[in-house]
């Protein structure tokens, strides 16, 4: 038998401090405080001049009103509502930004507090296909329901100060709710109560004058987005003479947008399926010889469609059509944070037109699917898939950025339902539909705006690959056309779809340079 | 989804809380991030652990708010890069590898022991910090001096407060700031030098903003900062030209005869002489030096002669220079001529940087003798000694090389061992190339820290974990002199110790531990360090035990055995109404010098001054552009070794570093606003994205200092006296990276 092992002396002090790091102070309460009721709450001292006393009143409701000769860019407010409102590691429902301007005389700077503005004419609510905003009939307050919330963040694409913030975690967007449950209890919202100079305060404001949602925006920051669109509240006041030149920190740096690949792969498959579905439709009405370099091309002589059984008419059209259909909108469902939940897209569909994409698209599979095997559906199935196509151009028109203005969404969108439509019939007209297409687009690369900047900086690659796809197509449509010639023609639509998302000027407070 | 964001009350003097971080307790202790001393009220689970936080509504430093630093003060403690075993580099592979605290402290004594042996004791330095609680630096000091005989250590506090301590010390006879928070809202005129509080201090921005007297605000700042944009007047000066407008300033309220005479007789020495040295400083010759107007001149001498509580402050843009101490003393000197000290909303007050600076200063051990004594002085040695129960032959007879010199002595080969606590030289030392390149000259680098992802622990040799604010025990010293408690209220990860217990360890492997076994625990430390007090100007001799500071919301020093008995408000010099609610509010709110009476021997305070000296990389033709370091955001400490590993925090800095330009030089360099720059000095070139903004002047470039790459640019230059380095003062080019 062996004696155990006597401990070397360091060795039992590692021990002994190892286990004392272990143990806290506060179990034991040596120091933790020892508050008996649930009753007690902060001093309302503290910030009893910084809310309301009263409920708003009809045609009024809350809003934010910021000193911003108090607002010193500390920042306290943005961490006490992550704190305070438990939010996740990296979300923030509130910012601090910087406007710059004056001259060598004067130079100017002001840090700017900013969280939602609770519009009078919310656009989040006001878009979001399943009615998961509603804006609170007393306090007006816009709160985001996250039970209803299907993720499909077209919120944050509406929203023109970058307010809703999409949680990967969650699946869902959340945003701002002015801590409306305090206010509830009289407690002022976390920012407020954060404030170490008290910038922040919840003031009430008129919203109404008979039924128009229409509020005095004179108050609202002068470098902010245009609050005529969506009627914020937020007052920024000050003493101060501002210069003219005033301008956002960061209105130079360059924010390439999230791809949104569901996306891209969905707005290149619907168009393209209903410019294909659209050309079944049509057939006999297009000129002879496009019919016949169809036939012989494609559907007649071609090894491939004469295997699968296509022959002298419009079924491998509509074909593609129903394929491409079904795959743009599976994919679209992968966009979905929540797409279970994606049954209820329809509740929006009297403001909201992606609510009205989804029906008229939900509407459009079963005809689509049905030309293929009914060419007497084909027609039915090409004015559903336009009206579509049409509601699908309106969801980006609808967030009134300026790369999605319908002069350029339009063409785009339905440019590609058109190129699709033309490419088995006449590859010529194709090669110049797509030149006119290219020349089109590329008006945004030379207008100066943020998109043009965008693409030709942190998106140079990505445009030049479409004009690669786009020029090798045109040549290829001109002198060999085929199969080669389409997939290139696409992969290049897939490539300006890409660059549709990536390159759009998205609105935001100001913020500071990154 | 719903329930996620479900809000209950939070008990506990608690407005509502997340439902799902409702605290079963609450416990308060002071922030460790800067030196405001801010106190947070922690939310506890019922297994005493922390869960959440907010501002503490009661404690009379902060009175309910916190800077966002505070706010996400629990979250670099669980980041995933935390150090949670002691790393030694392996010979064969070259790599940092886990290994045990046996085999990590046989290595520590090893190879130390090693080098001491071969190079005599003075060859093993340690670097550390202001960011560690006081118990902590005093074992550390004591254990290094006393216990491993060695003679050069100094610590991170040289980069930020070495200045203000050296100028008090010279100036006040003890490093002594003079002021409590309740100044700033009781002065009817603060003059900031070089501070920036909007962003640096935040929570003392909050007690100016508190001040209902109309106050002058008067901000001195080449930059148009956030401060200066809240000021009632910026002197836009030119950058370290602030020497020069500060003897101008006397030379002015000399001629208006705006002087206390009285004061000056009975209270001050060689007033006479600085009077004399200050003729030459003419309006015309300050403004045509210092780019300030004449009549701006007259405005703000108006403001101090006419206003009756004046009050100075000044932080890193005096702090940092490379004649610092005397601009320091400068502004002091205005203070004394106009007797704007020991009165409510005065005084010559020194804004401090780091959570523990002041306690560095008084327990550091390295320029000072524990408790602030003299090294040099024999007596002292003895009453150190007799209190510590050592040999006063083992305490050291000459105080340490400063940091740079540390630095030197690497080169020289001279320091062979080095010892880095709780600091990331490699990050944040002047010109720091340098330093990465002396690291080959060290035998043996040993880094102690929370995380092994520092810039300093990636080149060490042996990484020591450490446990965090918040995972220990201890008191923090605030700008103000306010004692403030540190609860170990979270776990160290791994085998991650506290500072206090790897220096018990250290102790016990070299075979010291014997020395120092009266510092058993960090409050057995605490009354220890009390004892060291008595009878210096930081007596804090009635403070009870740690419980004493909990309850009382910190406790300013002095407070001696005396004032606790006698509730001495420190203020009046006598005894206060009976007013429990004033009484109390006086208690908590104390400054020095009301008397008159300053801790040099006899009493009086210096004016002390020398001529200004132009800055030692003065722009030329290569090189056109002063570079100006500073913060750049409320958000980031440090070198980011915390604050970065917040995604809250993140948000709240730059991503990118940023070269402040002024739009008409941008324009002359053909430098877009977004665009990628150069910027190039002596020392090397790194790239930054141009913010064009008329807050810089022209000529002048500003970059945060928070990222690694500023420090490859900044000269090293250093103040005479306190040996602090000069960051904010080099020659660059700026030029479109394109």
């Not at chain 1, 300026?402 to 440019?415: K, S």
């Not at chain 1, 449509?477 to 290139?488: E, T, V």
């Not at chain 2, 703000?300 to 206003?307: D, F, K, S």
Request: hydrophobic share 45%.
């Amino acid at each position: 038998m062996v004696a155990p092992l006597k401990k070397q002396p360091t060795l039992a002090l590692i021990d002994e401090l190892l286990a004392e790091q272990q143990r806290l102070d506060t179990p034991v309460a040596r120091f933790s405080q020892a508050h008996d009721g649930g009753t007690a709450s902060v001093p309302a001292s503290r910030y009893r001049d910084l809310i309301p006393l009263t409920a708003p009143k009809p045609g009024e409701q809350y809003a934010f009103e910021v000193d911003l000769d108090s607002c010193t860019g500390c920042k306290a407010c943005v961490s006490a509502c992550h704190s305070l409102n438990g939010l996740e590691d990296n979300e923030t429902w509130r910012d601090v930004g910087l406007i710059v301007g004056g001259n060598r005389a004067k130079p100017f700077q002001q840090t700017v507090t900013t969280a939602c503005h609770h519009c009078a004419d919310p656009a989040c609510l006001n878009g979001c296909p399943v009615l998961a905003y509603e804006k609170d009939p007393v306090t007006g307050i816009v709160r985001h329901l996250d039970d209803q919330c299907i993720g499909c963040q077209y919120c944050v694409l509406k929203c023109p100060y970058d307010v809703p913030k999409y949680s990967e975690r969650l699946g869902i967007v959340r945003k701002c709710d002015m801590c409306h449950s305090r206010l509830a209890e009289g407690e002022a919202p976390a920012c407020v109560q954060a404030c170490p100079t008290q910038a922040i305060r919840i003031v009430t404001v008129i919203t109404h004058s008979d039924s128009a949602a229409r509020v005095d925006t004179s108050d609202f920051l002068k470098s902010a987005p245009d609050p005529a669109y969506t009627q914020p509240p937020t007052r920024y006041l000050t003493k101060r003479r501002q210069p003219q030149n005033l301008a956002a920190a960061d209105a130079a740096t360059l924010r390439p947008q999230p791809p949104h690949w569901p996306l891209v792969l969905m707005l290149t498959c619907i168009p393209l399926a209903v410019g294909f579905s659209t050309a079944a439709a049509l057939l006999p009405a297009f000129p002879e010889k496009f019919v016949t370099y169809y036939a012989t091309n494609f559907s007649g002589t071609s090894p491939l469609p004469r295997a699968l059984g296509f022959t002298r008419d419009a079924s491998l059209l509509a074909a593609i059509a129903a394929i491409a259909g079904a795959l743009g909108l599976s994919a679209s469902v992968f966009h979905l944070g929540k797409p279970l939940r994606a049954w209820r897209i329809f509740l929006g569909w009297r403001k909201s037109w992606l609510s009205r994409e989804a029906m008229v698209f939900g509407a459009w599979l079963p005809l689509a699917v049905g030309a293929w095997a009914l060419p007497a559906m084909a027609p039915a199935a090409a004015l559903v898939g336009l009206v579509g196509l049409a509601c699908s151009t309106m969801i980006y028109v609808d967030t009134r950025r300026n790369f999605w203005r319908l002069a350029q969404t339009g063409p785009r969108l339905v440019g590609t339902a058109g190129l699709a439509g033309l490419v088995m019939l006449s590859p010529r007209a194709a090669a110049f539909a797509l030149l006119v297409k290219l020349a089109w687009e590329t008006r945004t690369f030379y207008d100066g705006g943020v998109s043009a900047r965008l693409q030709r900086g942190p998106l140079r690659a990505a445009t030049s690959i479409r004009d690669i796809f786009a020029l090798s197509a045109m040549v290829l449509l001109i002198a060999a056309p085929g199969w080669l010639a389409i997939a290139l023609l696409f992969a290049g639509e897939l490539t300006e779809r890409y660059l549709f998302f990536r390159a759009v000027d998205a609105p935001k407070m100001p913020g500071v340079p990154s | 989804m719903t329930s996620e964001m479900v809000l209950r009350p939070g008990d506990f003097g608690l407005g509502r809380v997340p439902a799902r971080l409702a605290p079963a307790a609450t416990t308060n202790m002071v922030c460790g991030f800067c030196s405001t001393g801010c106190s947070l009220k922690i939310h506890l689970n019922a297994a005493g652990e922390a869960i959440n936080l907010s501002a503490d509504p009661d404690y009379p430093v902060n009175l309910g708010m916190a800077c966002p630093k505070g706010w996400e003060a629990l979250t670099p403690l669980a980041a995933p890069d935390r150090a949670t075993a002691p790393l030694l580099r392996d010979p064969t592979t070259g790599k940092l590898g886990p290994v045990s605290w046996e085999r990590a402290l046989a290595a520590f004594t090893e190879k130390f022991k090693a080098i001491q042996a071969r190079q005599g004791k003075a060859s093993l330095a340690f670097l550390s910090t202001g960011q560690i609680v006081m118990e902590e630096m005093a074992l550390l000091g004591a254990l290094a001096k006393f216990g491993m005989g060695m003679v050069h250590v100094d610590s991170n506090t040289r980069q930020c407060m070495a200045t203000s301590h050296v100028a008090y010390k010279q100036s006040f006879g003890f490093d002594a700031p003079p002021f409590t928070y309740r100044d700033f809202e009781e002065s009817d005129a603060l003059i900031f030098i070089g501070a920036n509080p909007c962003i640096a201090h935040p929570i003392m921005w909050q007690r100016v903003m508190l001040n209902t007297r109309k106050p002058e605000i008067v901000v001195i700042d080449p930059r148009r900062t956030e401060t200066a944009m809240a000021s009632t007047l910026h002197l836009a000066l030119q950058p370290k030209s602030d020497l020069t407008l500060l003897y101008g300033l006397a030379h002015l309220l000399i001629a208006r005869s705006a002087v206390k005479p009285e004061f000056i007789a009975a209270h001050t020495n060689h007033y006479e002489e600085f009077a004399g040295f200050v003729a030459e400083f003419t309006p015309a010759r300050v403004a045509a030096e210092t780019g300030v107007p004449e009549e701006t001149l007259h405005r703000l001498v108006g403001i101090i002669a006419e206003r009756e509580r004046v009050s100075f402050w000044w932080t890193m843009g005096v702090n940092q220079g490379h004649e610092s101490t005397r601009t320091a003393q400068a502004i002091i000197n205005l203070a004394l001529m106009t007797g704007n000290i020991g009165r409510p909303g005065t005084g010559a007050n020194s804004i401090t940087g780091q959570c523990n600076a002041m306690g560095s200063r008084l327990f550091g051990n390295a320029t000072s003798l524990l408790g602030g004594y003299d090294f040099a002085n024999a007596a002292h040695r003895t009453h150190v000694g007799s209190i510590l129960g050592i040999e006063p032959s083992t305490i050291p007879t000459q105080s340490s090389w400063a940091y740079d010199q540390i630095i030197d002595g690497i080169d020289r080969g001279e320091i062979r061992g080095l010892w880095i606590i709780a600091t990331n030289t490699a990050h944040s030392w002047i010109g720091h190339r340098r330093f990465a390149e002396l690291r080959k000259k060290l035998d043996f680098l040993v880094v102690q820290d929370m995380y092994a992802t520092t810039e300093t622990a990636q080149i060490a040799d042996l990484v020591l974990p450490a446990a965090g604010w918040g995972e220990k025990q201890g008191v923090l010293i605030n700008s103000e002199r306010r004692l403030g408690l540190v609860k170990k209220v979270a776990r160290a990860p791994g085998q991650a110790l506290s500072d206090f217990a790897i220096f018990k360890l250290i102790a016990d492997a070299w075979g010291c531990g014997e020395l120092l076994r009266e510092w058993s625990s960090p409050e057995a430390t605490f009354q220890i360090l009390k004892k060291l007090s008595r009878g210096q100007p930081c007596d804090f001799t009635g403070i009870r035990d740690y419980a004493h500071i909990d309850v009382s919301g910190g406790i300013q020093w002095p407070w001696t055995e005396e004032d606790e008995r006698t509730k001495n408000s420190g203020d009046h010099g006598a005894s206060l109404s009976s007013d429990v609610g004033l009484l109390w509010s006086q208690l908590q709110q104390r400054r020095l010098f009301a008397d008159g009476k300053f801790f040099t021997a006899d009493g009086r305070a210096l004016f002390l001054f020398d001529p200004p000296r132009p800055m030692p990389e003065p722009p030329d033709a290569e090189y056109p552009f002063i570079l100006l370091t500073g913060r750049g955001s409320s958000a980031q400490w440090h070198t980011g070794s915390r604050t970065d590993k917040s995604a809250v925090l993140r948000k709240l800095a730059p991503t990118v570093l940023t070269a402040e330009i002024n739009p008409d030089d941008a324009l002359r360099l053909k430098i877009s606003a977004g665009e990628q720059v150069l910027v190039r000095s002596r020392r090397g070139t790194v790239k930054a994205v141009a913010f064009v903004t008329p807050t810089v002047q022209p000529g002048q470039i500003f970059l945060p200092m928070h990222f690694p790459a500023v420090n490859v640019l900044t000269f090293p230059s250093f103040d005479p006296h306190s040996r602090q380095p000069s960051y904010k003062a080099a020659a660059v080019a700026v030029i479109p990276a394109s």
